[in-house]
């Protein structure tokens, strides 16, 4: 693995390394190479997930219809970065993992390629490499801020980073599902018989609603589920 | 922005149906625990960062973390609705855009074999 392949490496447990590679007796690994010409993105699963999803949306529709203007006003009150009130998310949904590793082919420079080696040595411990990378791709995985980590350690001889995960329970979400709304307006313009009087009020009048979407909204590139 | 990683993430892997794809899945800590049903929030630079959660009064200690008063007329979602949640495993493998191909890393398996 030449080339100037940049070695970003994270582990679980320590691992012994020599000469910039890991010994990999106690582990299964696989590695995989991913190639992307333009926009792209990746998330790799070592482990099942967990998903819940509420199944009565409809409550969850009428709720951010008639409460997000409020939550609106709220957050601009709290100075929170919320530009719009459709960058508010009512989520009824989630997916939870306890470890991933999350590549994007940013697509400014055509073909990108990225090699992502998963590493399992047993049920408690896993680790991600991405031992090649080429091209516009940015990448991470979890563990990869040794901050949450009870005993990181890094071995001079490589540059695999040893972290420890202090609670196993899977917290990372990976997917949302919810509801968003945005203020629609438009415009009623009353027939009127041609005998009627003028009005007082102008003929057309402004009225404000509120329309809910689901989070994410409908996909701009369609697809199946790409699951391997 | 458009043509940052996290813009980017979102919106090709959001295409999978899965739902919004979030960049950074780390927690917040400061905020949650982790995500939960009835949390209202937004993403920035790719993280999801939660206000508040409906499902819970106002003086939940989880409400409290902004120290902020409720905003007007808040009152918690009914509780019937969460009655049917449905639960299931999510497959663990590979989730990628339709643009990315992949194919099995034989130099790396091969560095593996050899013992480099």
């Known amino acids: ?228 | 922005m458009q043509g940052q990683p996290y813009d980017v993430y979102r919106e090709r892997l959001s295409s999978l149906y899965h739902g919004y794809a979030l960049w950074e899945p780390e927690p917040v800590k400061r905020l949650y625990d982790k995500v939960s049903i009835g949390d209202v929030g937004y993403v920035y630079n790719g993280f999801f960062y939660r206000m508040f959660n409906v499902t819970r009064q106002w003086g939940h200690p989880s409400n409290q973390k902004l120290r902020a008063s409720k905003p007007a007329h808040y009152k918690p979602m009914k509780k019937y609705v969460f009655d049917d949640i449905h639960e299931s495993r999510f497959s663990k493998g590979d989730y990628h855009s339709p643009g990315v191909s992949k194919e099995d890393n034989t130099d790396f398996r091969w560095a593996m074999d050899s013992g480099e």
Not at chain 1, 141 to 155: E, G, H, L, T
């Open chain 1, 1 to 228: 693995m030449g080339n100037g392949f940049r070695r970003v490496s994270l582990t679980s447990s320590r691992v012994r390394a020599t000469s910039g590679r890991i010994d990999f007796l106690s582990f299964s690994a696989e590695g995989f190479r991913y190639r992307c010409l333009g926009p792209g993105a990746l998330l790799s699963l070592p482990r099942d997930g967990h998903r819940e999803e509420v199944i009565r949306t409809k409550a969850f529709e009428d709720y951010i219809r008639d409460n997000v203007v409020s939550w609106f006003e709220w957050s601009k009150n709290q100075r929170l970065p919320v530009d719009a009130i459709e960058d508010l998310i009512l989520v009824n949904g989630y997916t939870l993992v306890d470890s991933w590793a999350a590549v994007t082919f940013v697509g400014r420079t055509g073909s990108a390629e990225i090699s992502l080696v998963a590493q399992t040595p047993d049920r408690s411990e896993r680790s991600f490499e991405f031992p090649n990378i080429q091209g516009d791709v940015t990448q991470h995985c979890s563990y990869f801020n040794s901050v949450r980590f009870s005993c990181p350690v890094y071995s001079p001889d490589t540059d695999v980073l040893c972290c420890k995960k202090d609670n196993p329970s899977p917290d990372q979400c990976v997917f949302i599902k919810g509801f968003r709304a945005k203020r629609r307006l438009f415009w009623t313009v009353p027939i009127r018989a041609a005998a009627e009087p003028l009005p007082d009020e102008p003929d057309d009048s402004r009225e404000d609603g509120i329309q809910v979407n689901r989070v994410p909204d409908a996909p701009k590139v369609g697809s199946p589920p790409v699951v391997r």
